[in-house]
């Protein structure tokens, strides 16, 4: 059944005549080498012949095979391809002569090259690229390509809406369930070369003997796909696991427990990658509980891992209920004085926006403001704040709109260009993701989610890819590489996620969610302890207008950012719409570019918002019988509770904001049925 099970990675048959010239073409699969990433490469180029010739298997005897084969191979050597510039990690894929045959060639200079090209070979049959002009190269723009698996050892995942964790940590580290094989496939398919396999909030416990064997037992299934494990650290974990009065980073006792803790890790996972940590936020330990920087902190961690080649990825998320600065500036106030204060292996992990993974946020003022720092940018996939894993809403605009986004530091630098470290000559370089993937059937909630997961992993590759290209390639890959679906699929995703802005958080309006799980509205929230997770903190509105005012006149945050851009934010005129309230407290009958005042303007986008959804219900209906049954079916009932909840965002929303503002719905719109 198509149950989603197989991702994009599903090799069906494809048209007739593509199908039967792979049959003669390419029914023969060789590799010059035998190393375990090589043999995964070769099983795969297999699986994926067969599947899209529609032969039962691909290791026939063919004029023209496929061969896997490293720039140390002589023959390939003789080719004098340009191998120089791909690095460790790039490819090249393409059809030439080769021992008196003709070819088709994957190489790269490590058997890791050789498994991108491969899939990327696979991924170019997959979306209507024939073999007899093949000629692909590619090098990953980011070094490290991250999941952040917010689960829990006792298998909840936090924020996670596909189920339980994909790691069973019961049977760890004894059965090795396929399914974490079939992950690596995925993960590799895209690009990713790391996994953080526990929550940010983590459990000091995931640090002792027996979990790190299950940590390494993980890593073995993941090494041969060139994925690196991770681990989140608990940054108490001396004084809970090492029995210690302190977990003082500047106290030796701390150091060298922490070092030893490295090197037993190390001796379970020779390639550890190293740790991730979230300290200081949200009742998490810290260096400040110390009162030593996050610096110190990072460092001291940083010089356990550093004899074995590992990094260190501290979050700059901290913002604290007793400090009165506006949250949204708080992560600056913190780090950017830091800056130049890190040993060379630590990245410091941003989020994309300042305040916490919105349906739109403006891009966070950090990037570009630590020039002497690796910064990776963290995005979330899955959809914590967009409406969860029923929610139509294809991320991939919202990734690239951020990462387009002009820092204005420099002339033309962009988010991009700081996480891909051309700003700044940085060579440690990253993008995490915050996974969506469970034990669901289908990894993540709902078919549609698989292209978030799908879309961070080739924009970490590339962070210069734009969404639709990507939509493309997935819907392709996902459904079948026809326009007749291709196209309507991907017109559906492109303004997914901007029809979940306008009708939960329009005009850079945010965190208007309800509280505590984030789903549905609840702008009229205000009774919560922690006055900065109360939507009313955010909104702000009262008879006179809305919006959060961050110019001079309030919390003056947009001074956080490069002085040309914070002019521009500075004033409403300057500012562009879609970030208007994030920046602006506005009387409601400002008038905006379309004419239509503040409030007007408001209600056109709820309605703007609902609509999008009811048009993808009409465009999906269409293809019911050209999508199989059982995706078909599950999406379609998403998209109908998709279509209820916008209403519902849009009529609390309208109806509460009425309550403050005391103005009569704007004119032609008609009252709710
Ligand atoms: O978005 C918030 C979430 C928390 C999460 C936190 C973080 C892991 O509501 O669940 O905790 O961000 O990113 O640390």
Redesign the pocket.
Same mark, same amino acid.
């Given at each position: 059944a198509e149950d989603g099970y197989d991702l994009w990675l599903r090799y069906r048959p494809l048209a007739t005549n593509d199908a039967a010239a792979l049959q003669r073409d390419a029914q023969s699969v060789e590799r010059r080498d035998d190393t375990p990433t090589l043999r995964v490469a070769v099983d795969e180029v297999r699986r994926g012949l067969a599947g899209l010739s529609g032969r039962a298997s691909a290791d026939g005897t063919s004029a023209h095979p496929v061969v896997l084969a490293t720039g140390a191979d002589r023959d390939v050597a003789a080719l004098r391809l340009p191998l120089a510039t791909l690095g460790d990690e790039g490819y090249l894929v393409r059809s030439t002569t080769f021992g008196g045959r003709r070819v088709t060639l994957v190489t790269a200079n490590t058997d890791r090259g050789v498994l991108y090209g491969s899939f990327a070979m696979l991924r170019y049959l997959q979306t209507g690229g024939s073999l007899a002009s093949i000629d692909l190269t590619s090098t990953p723009r980011v070094k490290l390509r991250v999941l952040n698996h917010?689960d829990n050892l006792d298998g909840v995942v @936090?924020?996670g809406y596909a189920g339980q964790s994909l790691w069973d940590w019961w049977t760890l580290p004894d059965f090795r369930d396929p399914r974490y094989t079939d992950y690596a496939r995925a993960n590799a398919s895209i690009g990713i070369n790391g996994t953080v396999l526990n929550?940010?909030?983590a459990k000091a416990e995931s640090l002792t003997p027996r979990y790190i064997a299950k940590a390494a037992a993980l890593a073995d299934v993941f090494r041969p796909y060139g994925i690196k494990v991770y681990l989140s650290a608990r940054f108490s974990a001396p004084i809970e696991l090492g029995g210690l009065k302190t977990a003082d980073p500047l106290d030796p006792q701390v150091a060298a427990w922490w070092k030893a803790k490295a090197d037993e890790i190390y001796r379970a996972i020779p390639d550890f990658g190293g740790f991730l940590v =979230?300290a200081n936020?949200?009742g998490q330990p810290g260096p400040r509980d110390y009162h030593r920087s996050h610096a110190d902190g990072a460092n001291m961690l940083a010089a356990a891992v550093a004899p074995h080649g590992g990094i260190v990825m501290w979050?700059a %998320?901290v913002y604290a209920d007793t400090d009165p600065e506006d949250r949204a500036k708080q992560a600056y106030t913190e780090f950017k004085p830091l800056d130049g204060k890190f040993a060379d292996n630590v990245i410091v992990q941003v =989020?994309n926006g300042a305040i916490? %993974?919105q349906p739109r946020e403006p891009f966070h003022p950090l990037f570009g403001a630590m020039p002497k720092t690796p910064l990776m940018i @963290?995005f979330?996939i899955t959809k914590?704040?967009l409406g969860f894993a029923t929610h139509l809403a294809y991320l991939g605009p919202l990734f690239a709109e951020t990462l387009a986004s002009e820092t204005m530091q420099k002339p033309g630098e962009t988010v991009a260009n700081v996480v891909d470290g051309v700003a700044e000559g940085h060579t440690l370089t990253g993008m995490a993701g915050?996974a969506n993937i469970g034990r669901d059937r289908d990894w993540a909630g709902s078919t549609f989610n698989q292209a978030n997961w799908y879309a961070f992993g080739r924009m970490a590759w590339d962070p210069t890819l734009a969404a639709a290209p990507v939509a493309r390639e997935w819907a392709a890959m996902t459904f079948a590489p026809t326009p007749a679906i291709v196209d309507p699929v991907v017109g559906m995703m492109m303004g997914s996620r901007e029809a979940v802005v306008d009708y939960m958080t329009p005009l850079g309006l945010a965190h208007l969610m309800a509280t505590g799980h984030?789903y549905g509205p609840g702008p009229w929230v205000a009774d919560l302890k922690r006055s900065e997770w109360n939507p009313v903190y955010y909104h702000r509105a009262d008879k006179t207008g809305i919006g959060f005012d961050r110019t001079k006149t309030g919390s003056d945050a947009v001074a956080q950012y490069a002085p040309a851009l914070a002019r521009r934010l500075a004033d409403p005129a300057t500012t562009p719409e879609r970030e208007l309230l994030w920046f602006h407290h506005l009387p409601w009958d400002r008038r905006l570019a379309s004419g239509r005042t503040v409030w007007a303007e408001m209600v056109h986008d709820y309605d703007a918002g609902v609509d999008y959804v009811s048009t993808m219900r009409r465009q999906w209906a269409l293809l019911q019988f050209s999508i199989d049954a059982e995706r078909w079916t599950k999406t379609a009932t998403y998209l109908a509770v998709q279509e209820r909840e916008a209403r519902w965002w849009r009529d609390a929303s309208v109806a509460y904001w009425m309550s403050v503002n005391h103005l009569p719905l704007p004119p032609g719109v008609a009252p709710p049925a």
């Open positions: 917010w @936090e924020r929550n940010v909030n =979230k936020s949200e979050r %998320f =989020k916490d %993974f @963290e979330q914590e704040y915050v984030h």
